[in-house]
């Protein structure tokens, strides 16, 4: 409701049972640039011919998506290392993949993944973020300090601390969802919840999510991808 560009991207291929979504960060149309070049290089490595070579190998599909997502890191800097105009930009990004009865997810940043199961909602990853406080002056010319949130790790930037994975058993009826910022920042826990469990299908999961956060101001891109495993 706010934003003039979508910095926001995501995939969603059935086929490879591989799911994604991406944040961008950066001046002018870089976030744009590095979300969606974040998620072409991570489905460069993850292949079709690689995810059957890997699938039923829990500590394969591991290191797979550690190192997806280290390649989708150099392709990112290596793109901003050759544009002035795109230099410091970057992205937050989730991803899974379902492989039988197990969700395989690997994160950096604030995009999360939420499973929705027996009328609980869990959130599978954590924020990489730290608060920081930055000084503003209010209308009676007093300093006050406002606390922001800082992404402590994404893609495009080198970092000491690689990408956060888990592996989570499903059961029948689990309903997954990934991401941005965007939306957690605008609804809250118990609405996402409820969302969830009461939508029919995914497709109407994600619109009504994409709704409630427009509802309650919108003041970022919003994505949001449903699986009902």
């Known amino acids: 409701m706010v934003r003039d560009h979508n910095e926001d991207s995501f995939c969603s291929l059935r086929n490879r049972r591989l799911f994604v979504v991406a944040d961008g ?6 976030g744009e640039v590095a979300s969606r070049l974040a998620i072409e290089s991570l489905l460069e490595f993850l292949s079709e011919e690689k995810i059957r070579e890997i699938r039923g190998n829990d500590e394969a599909i591991h ?24 230099q410091g930009m970057g992205c ?11 969700l395989h997810t690997c994160h950096v940043g604030d995009a999360r993944c939420y499973i929705s199961e027996k009328s609980s909602l869990r959130q599978i990853t954590t924020d ?13 010319n007093n300093v006050v300090r406002i606390p922001r949130s800082v992404v402590t790790r994404a893609i495009g930037f080198h970092s000491q601390e690689g990408p956060e994975y888990h592996k989570t ?18 609804v809250d826990h118990t ?32 994505t949001a991808l449903v699986i009902f495993y």
Request: some cysteine.
């Open 169 to 186: 058993i499903l059961r029948p009826g689990c309903r997954i969802l990934l991401c941005s910022d965007g939306l957690w920042n605008m």
């Open 25 to 30: 960060m950066g001046g002018h149309n870089a």
């Open 63 to 86: 290191q797979s998506m550690l190192d997806a997502f280290t390649h989708a890191n150099q392709a990112v800097m290596a793109k901003a290392a050759t544009d002035e105009t795109m």
């Open 128 to 140: 990489h973020t730290s608060v920081t406080y930055i000084n503003r002056t209010d209308a009676s």
């Open 191 to 222: 609405r996402i919840e409820q969302i969830l469990l009461n939508a029919p299908t995914p497709e109407n999961a994600s619109e009504t999510l994409v709704t409630a956060a427009n509802e309650q101001g919108g003041r970022d891109n919003i």
């Open 92 to 102: 937050t990004m989730v991803a899974c993949l379902l492989d039988e009865n197990r």
